[in-house]
C-alpha cells in the first residue's frame, strides 16, 4: 500500500481500531472452531506432484455415532477456461446424508477461482473415513488430473486396523508373516 502524505491523528486512530477489531474478530473464529471440533485443512501454498493445478480447502464438523457431520469442500484453481469434472466417492461405511451424486461439472470461468461442494454424511461406527476426489479438467485437447481426500472423523475418529495376520517366530528367531495364498495350476498342451 502506498500513503501519499501524512494522515492525521483521527485517521490513524480509526486504522488501529479496525486492525483490533480484525484480531478480536479472528481469535473468536478460533474459539468457535475449538468448541464446536472443526477439523480444517488445505494443500494451497504446499508442495504437489504434476497434476491438475487444483488446490483442496476443507472444513468438517467432528461428530458422534450417527450423528451427521457437514463437509465443505472448496476447490480452487487459477486456470480460466475449460471444465473441471469432479468424481466422488464415499467410503463404504459412511453413509451420505445429503444429496447423492457421484460426479459434478463446473465450467470454468474468469468471475471466479473456487468452486464449492459441500455434503452431509454420518457412520454408525467409530472411525477416520474419506471422501475420495478426482478432479478432472479438460480444456480442448489438454486433460489433467488430480487426487485427493477429505478425511472425516467419527466418534474417537481413530482409524481402526484389522490384525488378523498371524505372526510365527523361525528357528533362528526371526518373525514371518503368515498369509493365506490361492494357487491356480493349468496344463498347456
Known sequence: MKVIGKMGKKAEKIKETELL???????????????TKIAEGTTVGHYQK?????????????VGLNEVSEINVTLTTALSSGEMIVNIDFDKKLKRESEEYDSIRFALSKATNDYNLNFKASASDDGLYYIRLLAKIEDGSNTQMRAMAVPVYIGNGKLKQKGNRMIMKAMSGENISVSKAE???EAIE
Open 21 to 35: 477489531d480484525k484480531i478480536e474478530f479472528k481469535s473468536s473464529l478460533t474459539k468457535i472452531a475449538d468448541d
Open 50 to 62: 504434476p497434476g491438475a493445478p487444483i488446490d483442496v480447502t476443507y472444513k468438517a464438523t467432528k
Open 183 to 185: 494357487e491356480t495350476i
